[in-house]
């Protein structure tokens, strides 16, 4: 099985997918091309993010690029990068963006996959230069590969996913995936332009010290949640917040901590995205031993009904989560 494939750290990405698929003698290798995809995408929007300080002093790159158009906002170009990619490479029949209403068709009638992508989160933290993300979920599509892709192919169970994961854009960048077999990170060194295997099996610690969430919302929280809070106050936790998701969520993952996006007044049914933000990174949270839930269920479980639906999310160590939705289960 895949996990008996040991790969040692220092494998370029390419070389790594490489030889977990031969743990699987029949498989096709799309998906491995899906995954070499996003990486692809992934360096180019780097790139973009890198230059982003130089796109506004004048003489450097100018408001406008050489075509005459304006420059458009990273958000935008990291969408179209990616779709572009996954158009490109065939893998994928139909794409829900956050950056788009509607599901896109990409034209590839024989793709087998769909994707859930937010192409860049956290776009308040752009122009300020602090980490953002890219967060990705594939899931195999349920209509007739030849056939038009449409909506039942993307509301699909948190469960059907077959890959997720993000890129962090940060003092280093990194990729992290899993495809159901573990939670793999790897470093991007630009100079070769290559992601190598960093993190090997990545397991979130049980018990955690770390508690992230937006302070400015706490009068909106339920009493369970502020006692929780409190409790965490109490023991002296670590709070840290960089209003980024994915890299809040990295450092949680990697030290043990918890993530909570309660409903607020603003937003009742909690701010982030179902299908691109809290699938995938529920998925990539399990695998790594940790839980997701929305104080009811886990996240994974949740029906999706719509494609931008929001829920509350609480994530991260698999001991602070359950005191969490402990506490919210009395108020129920
Ligand atoms: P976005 O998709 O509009 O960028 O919003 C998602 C972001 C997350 O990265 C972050 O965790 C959260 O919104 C922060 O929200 P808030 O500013 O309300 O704390
Ligand atoms: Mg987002």
Not at 83 to 107: M, Y
Not at 229 to 248: H, N
Request: net charge negative.
């Amino acid at each position: 099985s895949e996990e008996d494939i040991a790969v040692p750290v220092g494998t370029t990405l390419d070389r790594f997918i490489m030889r977990k698929q031969e743990a699987f003698p029949y498989a096709t290798g799309e998906l491995s091309q899906l995954i070499r995809d996003i990486a692809l995408a992934s360096k180019i929007i780097n790139r973009e993010i890198n230059r982003a300080g130089l796109i506004n002093i004048a003489g450097m790159y100018g408001t406008q690029n050489i075509q005459g158009e304006e420059q458009q906002k990273l958000d935008v170009i990291a969408d179209v990068r990616f779709i572009r990619a996954l158009k490109n490479g065939g893998e994928v029949c139909a794409i829900i963006s956050e950056e788009q209403d509607k599901i896109i068709d990409t034209g590839n009638r024989h793709g087998k996959y769909v994707v859930a992508l937010d192409p860049l989160d956290g776009s308040s933290n752009i122009d300020v230069n602090v980490s953002i993300g890219s967060i990705f979920s594939v899931y195999r599509r349920v209509t007739p590969v030849g056939t038009v892709p449409n909506e039942t192919d993307v509301l699909q169970s948190g469960r059907k996913q077959v890959a997720a994961g993000y890129v962090l854009y940060g003092s280093s960048t990194m990729l992290v995936y899993t495809t159901g077999h573990g939670v793999h990170g790897f470093t991007y060194d630009a100079s070769l332009g290559e992601f190598f295997l960093s993190h090997t099996e990545i397991k979130i610690p049980e018990k955690g010290k770390i508690f992230s969430y937006n302070e400015g919302n706490y009068d909106d929280f339920s009493p369970a949640i502020q006692s929780y809070i409190t409790d965490c106050k109490t023991r002296r936790y670590s709070g840290r917040y960089i209003g980024s998701l994915v890299a809040d969520f990295h450092r949680n993952m990697l030290k043990g901590g918890i993530y909570l996006y309660p409903p607020t007044q603003k937003a009742p049914n909690g701010k982030l995205r179902l299908l691109y933000e809290c699938y995938p990174l529920a998925m990539l949270i399990e695998q790594a031993g940790g839980m997701a839930t929305d104080g009811k269920q886990p996240i994974l479980d949740i029906v999706p009904t719509d494609l931008h639906q929001r829920t509350p999310l609480y994530i991260g160590s698999a001991d602070m989560v359950r005191t969490v939705t402990q506490g919210l289960e009395t108020e129920y």
